[in-house]
């Protein structure tokens, strides 16, 4: 086995009735002051937000509410957060909701521990985070594994950049996970939350160390298991989004995802993700869509580099036998539970020259970086996956 560092802080409460025990975790890691960070609908609707919000008043703990996270959460958004949780004097960051308000809610906490620094510095890295708030989450939507990773996603609406951080300051402190708080999303959110676990999954998957035959077999069980998972009881979850067998495995899969588990041993890829954060940042599409857009077109331009380890994700992930065979079950499968494979079906359209180049510049960071492992994309590679895609 190759050599790595295993580091999954986060407890986690799962299971019916979970959020019951938000104030004593919140307690257990010293929050008394504490920032609601929340989206724009279904937590209100629900009566979720009143829920929490009053028990955590019951048991002494003062609160301020920050909601209207959005889907690619903006950078605007944390910044009025940080300020509000300044004045407030909060010890302690909340996060209620899916990716994009817990993302959110890690911005803010790192803001608020280092009220001299603009936060989007961390994310270009021209700063480094040396220390932060708790957060804590109680887990709504599965899909972007945020209430276990290292990992948070902020969009800068000004620039339409969208940036990735990793940093194990992004680890929440506790993940409260309550599968029957996912039954009321709208099945489109539950298909790109399937997506977005899957390509988690993928993208450590096919990575420099498959090609070298240097590949971790643990690992490599773990991640082809999850993926049968998701594919077996994704459609379940969209036939009855109350199916609490389904929902569960759902969200334990989208956690184990983004833990580092799919990934011990290996060099992240994330070419996937890098190519789709332009789309997202560019166009503000749904994240999982915009995985699943590129996904093909990215197989088939990579796929010669390693044919082997494609034939072996088809053999052992979709029981068939070659390298095709697999990409075109991939994207079956994506297509069948309502998720793009190109520009047209995501709704963006046929894009012209002009923009191919664009998505490709900002991809590789205006020529500052390469992107993935498998096969490491410059700017002209990125420019023909996206050309690929673009139909």
Not at 33 to 57: E, P, Q, R, Y
Not at 225 to 245: C, F, H, T, W
Request: charged share 20%; proline share 4%.
């Amino acid at each position: 086995m190759q050599a790595f560092v295993q580091y999954t802080p986060t407890e986690i409460i799962f299971g019916k009735g979970a959020e019951a025990q938000a104030a004593a975790l919140i307690k257990k890691y010293g929050g008394t002051k504490v920032l609601l960070v929340f989206g724009k609908g279904s937590i209100v609707k629900s009566g979720l937000l009143d829920k929490i919000a009053d028990n955590l008043t019951a048991e002494g703990i003062a609160i301020l509410k920050h909601g209207g996270a959005t889907p690619n959460p903006h950078l605007s958004f944390a910044r009025e957060g940080i300020k509000a949780a300044i004045d407030f004097g909060a010890d302690f960051i909340l996060a209620i909701g899916g990716g994009s308000a817990i993302d959110a809610a890690k911005a803010i906490a790192h803001g608020t521990k280092n009220p001299t620094t603009d936060i989007w510095k961390f994310w270009l890295r021209e700063e480094i985070i040396s220390a932060s708030l708790p957060v804590g989450v109680i887990l709504t939507i599965s899909a972007a594994g945020s209430e276990t990773s290292n990992s948070a996603v902020i969009t800068n609406t000004e620039t339409g950049q969208k940036r990735g951080l990793n940093t194990d300051f992004n680890r929440p402190c506790f993940a409260i996970m309550n599968p029957e708080l996912t039954y009321t999303l709208p099945k489109y959110q539950i298909a790109c939350g399937v997506a977005d676990i899957m390509m988690h999954t993928m993208d450590r998957y096919f990575t420099s160390e498959a090609n070298e035959n240097k590949t971790n077999e643990m690992t490599d069980e773990i991640s082809e298991a999850l993926l049968r998972v998701m594919i077996k009881y994704g459609p379940i979850a969209l036939e009855n989004p109350s199916n609490y067998d389904a929902q569960s495995e759902i969200m334990w899969a989208g956690s184990l995802s983004h833990n580092g588990m799919t990934g011990l041993g290996r060099t992240m890829d994330f070419s996937v993700h890098g190519l789709g954060h332009e789309l997202g940042g560019r166009f503000d599409v749904a994240h999982g869509a915009s995985l699943t857009t590129m996904w093909g077109a990215w197989a088939r331009y990579v796929c010669d580099v390693n044919p082997a380890r494609f034939t072996h994700f088809a053999e052992k992930v979709w029981g068939v036998s070659t390298p095709m065979e697999g990409i075109e079950k991939t994207e079956a499968f994506f297509k069948s539970i309502g998720l793009p494979t190109n520009f047209t079906e995501l709704g963006i359209g046929v894009q012209p020259d002009d923009v191919i180049d664009a998505l490709a510049d900002g991809c590789v960071f205006h020529g500052k970086r390469l992107v993935g492992s498998f096969k490491p994309l410059d700017k002209n590679a990125a420019a023909e996956v996206y050309k690929m895609a673009n139909q």
